[in-house]
């Protein structure tokens, strides 16, 4: 005699199980009350549950109004998702250009680094070594302040107005 099968038990109401243990199951059943009436409360439990399902009706209406509601909701959600698609496609691209190019690119960018050091060690040298061109740099950097002073206070009146 087999153990309690309470694990068969559920697919021996739906005959789900090969016939051995069918038929083991079956055996077991007309000597053992307890599995029995765990059988009996399973069938009773699954009359139930496909009465309840059965008894939902969905409203005619339902259908349409889900229709609708992803009829309106569906444009921007597809806007957004190209909008992913395109992002993300991009950053594919990037990522493959640095793949293929990125030791180039890291080269160009030091290199230009270096340049635009140089350049201004050489610009600064040469102000410095000469008060005119000095004072020429600080009257155009104060200029340079005052007119970005005017422009922001155009900005603001033209904010509040
Ligand atoms: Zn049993």
Do not use: N
């Not at 340049?115 to 061109?133: E, F, K, Q, R, T």
Request: aromatic content about 10%; hydrophobic content about 50%; proline content about 4%.
């Amino acid at each position: 005699m087999m153990e309690h099968p309470v694990e068969w038990l559920s697919a021996y109401l739906d005959d789900e199980i090969d016939e051995k243990t069918r038929i083991q199951v079956r055996d077991h059943l007309e000597s053992c009350e307890s599995c029995a009436e765990t059988l009996r409360e399973l069938a009773e439990i699954q009359a139930l549950t496909a009465s309840f399902y059965g008894a939902i009706e969905p409203p005619p209406e339902l259908e349409q109004s889900v229709r609708q509601a992803i009829g309106r909701k569906l444009p921007p959600r597809a806007w957004f998702r190209s909008a992913l698609a395109l992002a993300l496609a991009d950053a594919v691209c990037l990522a493959m250009v640095w793949q293929l190019f990125g030791g180039l690119v890291w080269i160009l960018w030091k290199s230009a680094y270096k340049i635009s050091i140089a350049a201004a060690y050489l610009v600064s040298d040469g102000i410095g070594s000469s008060p005119s061109l000095y004072a020429w740099a600080v009257g155009l950097a104060l200029i340079l302040i005052f007119l970005s002073g005017i422009s922001l206070r155009r900005l603001l009146r033209s904010e509040t107005e």
